[in-house]
């Protein structure tokens, strides 16, 4: 009913029990939705078939989403085929997110052939997609290249120090990237040490996010000595890398602003929710974690 309705819905999350057929629909030539989030991970796969399908026809005939995450699609190649095909072509995403969708090699191409063609997206999130080496040195190479990308997450991608060290080529060469978290990848000292150097040269970036990534002691020296010389870092996460005392009390002295402490899962003081209606009907929910916030709003 609302969908029918409502002249003001901007913001549409889709989860098991409320994706079908009408909707999908309805997304053909809506003209309010600028952002739609897919969660298709209790779906059958018959089901996520016909929503690549039907997510492609929305990507062909809308012309106002602006954001698109997909979550837990997990497709072979044939069956996403359709969407990186609608992907291609569309020229008014600006931000892309996959999460949980088990990229594979030939996927991987896909993907890349798309960031290759792209130029429109400034924020883009690769999610614990289980991406291969070569997926990732193609990524690399690509983002190299880009200048249009803004923002990049890659968390949980198990990038280990070989995916680090393409990373790190990336921070040497692109001049437009701002914001780059790489979150629970595994990248180890050597990965650590890499990224370091690249900090060293790289003027643009202002956020990064490197938290649990087995840095160890030696990996968060060679951070502390980049971040003498990086001038623009504004937000650094390193907590989780088992990082030992001495790095933690150097970066307490020369660098406060780094969050550097481990995780303490039971601390809420990073996340924040808050709920406002009345009885206009109108219902936004907002919720930020560290620097992101997020906001929907139902008429």
């Known amino acids: ?11 549409l999350n889709l989860y098991h029990y409320t994706c079908n057929q009408l909707i999908f629909e309805y ?14 991970y209790k779906h059958s ?7 690549a399908d ?7 005939m809308n012309s106002t989403l602006t954001s698109l995450n997909i979550y837990s699609i997990q497709l072979v190649t044939k069956g996403i085929k359709a969407l990186f095909e609608a992907l291609y072509k569309n ?22 052939k798309f960031l290759c063609k792209n130029n429109t997206l400034t924020i883009f999130e690769l999610v614990w997609s289980q991406l291969e080496l070569d997926t990732i040195k193609a990524l690399a190479d690509v983002l190299c290249k880009n200048t249009s990308l803004k923002h990049l997450t890659l968390r949980g991608n198990n990038l280990g120090s070989q995916g680090g060290k393409a990373l790190a080529d990336v921070l040497c060469k692109n001049s437009t990237l701002t914001s780059l978290r790489l979150p629970q990848n595994n990248l180890g000292s ?13 003027n643009t ?83 930020t974690y560290d620097d992101y916030t997020y906001t929907y709003s139902y008429n």
């Open 1 to 11: 009913m609302i969908l029918r309705t409502s002249k003001n819905l901007k913001d």
């Open 27 to 40: 997304l053909y030539e809506n003209t309010t939705v600028t952002s739609l989030y897919f969660d298709f």
């Open 190 to 202: 050597e990965g650590g040490k890499l990224l370091a150097d690249a900090l060293c040269k790289n």
């Open 205 to 287: 970036l202002t956020t990064l996010d490197l938290s649990d990534n087995n840095f160890g002691s030696e990996g968060g020296k060679a951070l502390v000595d980049a971040l003498y010389k990086n001038t623009t870092l504004t937000y650094l996460d390193i907590r989780d890398n088992d990082l030992g005392s001495e790095v933690k009390n150097a970066l307490y002295d020369a660098f406060p602003w780094c969050k550097y402490e481990d995780y303490d899962y039971y601390d809420y003081d990073d996340y924040e929710c808050s709920f406002e209606y009345d009885y206009t009907y109108i219902y936004d929910y907002t919720y």
């Open 91 to 112: 020229n008014v995403l600006n931000s892309l997110c996959l999460c949980t969708n088990q990229i594979d090699a030939e996927l991987g191409k896909m993907l890349v």
């Open 45 to 51: 796969d018959d089901f996520k078939h016909k929503a």
């Open 54 to 60: 039907e997510l492609a026809k929305i990507l062909y």
